[in-house]
């Protein structure tokens, strides 16, 4: 089979590397190429924020009618779904998803932009009261912020595309967007997509390449007004200090710890699988994985001889496969991070329980493979309870009193997400009002609603994506004030400045 390789898609055009350099893009299941990319840099960056600059200031789609915009973002959403088949394929090939993470990610996906596409049509504008009383008219209206950066990482490829570009379009801002290294063949697959639509050129532009060669020069670029980043907190303090020269607007959705606490009366059959489903769903690479599992003394031994059962019984594999849990890490550079944090874990004096390494089934070895790792007698100090390991690894942290179990899951430069078991409503929701997170749970785990406001405490982030919120983070705020006295009614006012003659003493 022949590799396709991929340009940058800037103003509606396919375009090489002015070096016409390439990278390839690996299946991390065996090592095979996906895809060959263009390799861009400073001068594609430019190419394509250019373009995006002209669109917004001289082009249609600012000024377009809500309705208008609501429809193609639509189309978009539409073509997305009936080439349902491709996406899946290409998460699976790319980033190692197993087929269920994949269907379930583009029918997430077509659905929450949709979401946007009617969101597009809503009206975002406040009627204030009065400056003056009687005496003027205030409203505070929203109007898109510009030429929006964003770049995404690797772990749900087409989704995190969608959080990005629904409400950027939604509020008629035009976009660059630079996918992760390891998986950009998706947001490749969308452009060619949006290429079949109504969306005027330049609008939508996708730039592909090594961060520090073009996700930097991106986020400094004077003509960026807004930078939009999901990924790690590492990099997202570098986004930060990049944008900072010239004020731009920025969005941070980043690194979690979360802490998912399991109380005495917890309802245990849906705890253990729900906690099996919070670590590890998508090999733990996801930002909200409950890797601290907080148990508590009343339930910990019948807990933990459930999960353990339940996770020996997961079953690691091809992720093609339908029967397959969990698939491969995303790369061997991520297989490797991980591999270092269970040897650092069992220094540390935590107690591998199980997994700890990869599997020993022939037929993985060449794949990215982590087998589900579970540690106990952890404390809340140890590294793998305090740094974000983004794999199949949970720590298992004892504990006895409510108090010792928010402090404890507080206790953390991270605030993204978490989760509560209990069957007593009142004691779960008093848990949930002390935590420190964007996002708690109660009786579930990793669910994102395109009507909820999502991001994180503390070095989770800054601002929200999803619900309106996400809307709002895509526009600046602008109060319009008419007089409806008319001078005379304000001369004393005016007389100030216009013909006051008393001196100031």
């Known amino acids: 089979m022949t590799t396709q390789t991929y340009q940058h898609y800037v103003n509606g055009q396919w375009v090489p590397s002015a070096t016409n350099e390439t990278f390839e893009v690996l299946n991390p299941f065996n090592g095979q190429v996906v895809s060959k990319v263009a390799r861009g840099k400073s001068a594609e960056v430019d190419k394509a924020v250019q373009a995006a600059r002209k669109a917004f200031d001289q082009g249609p789609w600012p000024r ?3 309705t208008e915009r609501s429809r193609i973002i639509r189309s978009i959403a539409d073509k997305i779904e009936a080439d349902k088949a491709t996406f899946v394929r290409l998460l699976i090939e790319e980033s190692g998803a197993t087929a269920r993470k994949a269907d379930m990610e583009v029918d997430l996906a077509v659905r929450q932009l949709r979401h946007y596409a009617e969101l597009a049509k809503m009206e975002l504008k406040e009627t204030l009261q009065d400056a003056i009383p009687g005496g003027s008219q205030n409203v505070a209206v929203r109007e898109p912020v510009g030429v929006c950066a964003q770049i995404i990482p690797w772990n749900f490829p087409l989704l995190m595309i969608v959080w990005k570009i629904g409400p950027a379009l939604a509020t008629g ?3 660059v967007l630079k996918p992760a290294e390891e998986t950009p063949t998706t947001a490749l697959r969308v452009a060619e997509l949006v290429a079949e639509t109504d969306l005027p050129a330049g ?3 996708v730039v592909t390449g090594y961060g520090e060669e073009s996700g930097a020069p991106l986020a400094q670029h004077t003509l960026v007004d807004k930078v939009a980043f999901t990924g790690s907190t590492e990099v997202g303090k570098i986004i930060m200090q990049l ?6 607007r920025v969005t ?3 690194g979690g710890k979360s802490a998912n606490i399991v109380l005495n009366d917890a309802d245990l059959e849906q705890a253990v699988d729900g906690s099996l489903f919070a670590i590890f769903f998508h090999n733990g690479q996801v930002c909200t994985a409950g890797s601290r599992l907080f148990v508590q003394d009343g339930v910990y031994d019948r807990f933990m001889e459930k999960f353990l059962e339940r996770a020996k019984a997961i079953r ?3 992720p093609k496969m339908n029967d397959t849990a969990i698939g491969p890490l995303v790369s061997k550079k991520q297989q490797e991070r991980v591999l270092n944090y269970i040897e650092i874990g069992k220094k540390e004096g935590a107690n591998c329980v199980l997994g700890g390494g990869k599997p020993t089934d022939a037929a993985l070895e060449a794949g990215c493979f982590v087998v589900p790792t579970v540690f106990t007698n952890v ?6 309870a305090r740094e974000e390991i983004f794999g199949p690894v949970v720590a298992v942290i004892r504990f006895n009193t409510l108090e010792e179990a928010v402090s404890q899951a507080n206790d953390s430069p991270y605030g993204l997400a978490a989760g509560i078991w209990s069957q007593n ?3 779960a929701m008093l848990v949930a009002s002390q935590l420190r997170s964007g996002t708690v749970w109660i009786n579930d785990f990793h669910i994102y609603s395109e009507n909820a406001p999502f991001g994180g405490f503390k070095q989770s982030g800054l601002g929200r994506e999803l619900g309106v919120e996400s809307l709002k983070a895509y526009t600046e705020v602008k109060h319009i004030h008419k007089d409806t006295l008319g001078s005379r009614d304000k001369k004393g006012w005016y007389d100030l400045v216009v013909s006051s003659s008393t001196p100031v003493a």
């Open 425 to 427: 409503e009142a004691q």
């Open 64 to 66: 377009m009618e809500r």
């Open 243 to 248: 944008a900072a020269n010239d004020m731009k």
């Open 252 to 254: 941070l959705e980043c």
């Open 316 to 318: 690691v594999g091809d």
């Open 173 to 175: 801002n035009t976009i």
């Open 379 to 384: 404390t809340n100090q140890m590294t793998i």
């Open 203 to 205: 609008v939508f532009n």
